[in-house]
């Protein structure tokens, strides 16, 4: 079976074990598709309970695979990692099992390889366990100082390279505050303190390696994203001549609390009006005639979605958007296309901007790259493909493409409208899409038409 099967037959197992309720049967799971679909229903969303079932089971499975992994290719021994209570560092909260939702007082992990292909251990020096993941290691009846007791952790184990997450680079890997960097130095022996080394690469790969898993059930996540999105996108929301770019934005709020869900921000709505440059936001109405664009995402099992659709609200008597809109559309889809061609294992992100753009320009287009990884946060781990406001090298695009992770495709092309009397018009476009090492599919298909809002 290849990995499409397994993400399919993976999502059933994960859907149909979630649920407590035998007699409930379990969606048909969604695979990774090219093509979108217009207007889709939302699918099935899981209780509190069958989410904790699914989010727990992944987890196991990514500390059970994932962590000896990386530890082995990074060539570290130990990795500590130090939260504190609603101050948890990046890492540490995604490996809190569903109801562990917060550090308790200080929570300190501990992965250690013990080498020669044995299990790597997997402590808690803490006042509580963390759901049967990590075995607990500290008793304050015996050691009542926490610090010394993770010391004299170490120094049995003796480790040749201690990882913690500091870096000035990537925030995702600098959760290590400076109190608690000093606290651990001094109860740390002398003979180990030139042990300690950066966890930056342990915490970018742990973040951003997407599991079969967890690949079985993003094509869902996205899918809802996308069937609110075109909801937002219909008559059902806007009604031309009356509603504005503001209460949209607020409708999407409104309608993820219906649905249970969370944004991970606040989504954006504007317009493009023939005669006015720019984004037109806020109270502005929308009209038959503009080209409206969102930018929109959601948190659902502790995956985040991010796509930028565009809508024509079409005018009395049309049918169809007019031919200078569609061709820009088509431009940013070619863009896309240049991108996603220029994925390569161990290629950086910097190298796959400006190969993409380089290929765009030549095909005589105008682009503006910045894509990024996306998965546990909506920005996620891993090398930039550009900003948009540095189309240039950026140190933050410095790292490797790795196979398995997950990516927003964000860009834009610029082109004019002829039928807007030649004014130039930003189609900004934004589809997740997942790279295995070979190729990059998306995860829900991606917009090639301009959805219509009829003005009658």
Do not use: C
Not at 75 to 88: C, Q, S
Not at 192 to 220: C, D, F, H, K, N
Not at 334 to 339: A, E, P, T
């Amino acid at each position: 079976m290849d990995w499409r099967g397994q993400i399919i037959a993976g999502a059933a197992a994960l859907v149909a074990a979630a649920s407590p309720l035998a007699a409930k049967p379990a969606a048909a799971p969604l695979a990774l598709s090219e093509t979108e679909v217009a207007s889709p229903a939302i699918p099935a969303i899981l209780t509190p309970r069958e989410r904790a079932a699914v989010e727990n089971r992944i987890l196991a499975e990514r500390l059970d695979t994932i962590i000896p992994a990386i530890m082995r290719a990074e060539g570290v021994d130990l990795w500590l990692l130090v939260a504190r209570e609603y101050f948890e560092e990046p890492v540490v909260a995604t490996m809190l099992d569903a109801e562990n939702m917060h550090a308790r007082r200080r929570t300190i992990l501990i992965f250690f390889d013990p080498g020669n292909g044995k299990p790597i251990e997997r402590l808690t020096v803490s006042r509580y366990g963390l759901g049967g993941l990590f075995a607990p290691a500290w008793n304050p009846a015996d050691q009542p100082d926490q610090w010394a007791a993770v010391a004299q952790i170490i120094a049995a184990r003796d480790p040749k390279r201690i990882a913690i997450n500091s870096s000035d680079l990537y925030q995702f890997a600098d959760g290590m505050t400076l109190s608690q960097y000093e606290r651990f130095m001094a109860a740390l022996p002398a003979p180990l303190q030139s042990r300690v080394v950066t966890g930056e690469g342990l915490a970018i790969r742990w973040l951003e390696t997407r599991t079969p898993a967890e690949m079985a059930l993003y094509p869902s996540v996205v899918r809802i994203a996308h069937a609110v999105i075109g909801e937002a996108f219909s008559r059902k929301v806007i009604t031309p001549g009356v509603t504005t770019a503001e209460q949209v934005q607020w409708w999407y709020r409104d309608r993820l609390m219906q649905l249970g869900l969370d944004p991970w921000f606040h989504p954006s709505v504007a317009i493009q009006r023939q005669g006015r440059s720019g984004m037109i936001e806020g109270e502005e109405v929308i009209q038959p005639g503009d080209l409206l664009w969102t930018d929109f995402g959601i948190t659902y099992l502790r995956l985040n979605t991010d796509t930028q659709h565009l809508a024509y609200v079409l005018k009395p008597g049309e049918t169809e958007a007019p031919a200078g809109l569609r061709a820009g559309l088509a431009n940013s889809n070619r863009v896309q296309d240049f991108l996603t061609r220029a994925f390569k294992v161990g290629r950086s992100g910097n190298e796959a901007l400006a190969i993409a753009r380089a290929d765009a320009i030549a095909a005589g287009l105008d682009p503006s790259i910045y894509s990024h990884p996306i998965g546990y946060h909506g920005h996620g781990a891993g090398p930039a493909i550009g900003f948009w406001d540095n189309q240039n090298a950026d140190p933050r695009g410095g790292g490797p493409i790795r196979a398995n992770t997950a990516w927003s495709i964000e860009l834009t092309s610029y082109a004019t409208v002829p039928e807007w009397g030649g004014q130039k018009v930003d189609f900004r476009t934004e589809e997740d899409a997942f790279f295995d090492g070979k190729t990059v599919r998306y995860i829900d298909g991606r917009q090639t038409e301009i959805t219509l809002i009829p003005s009658d």
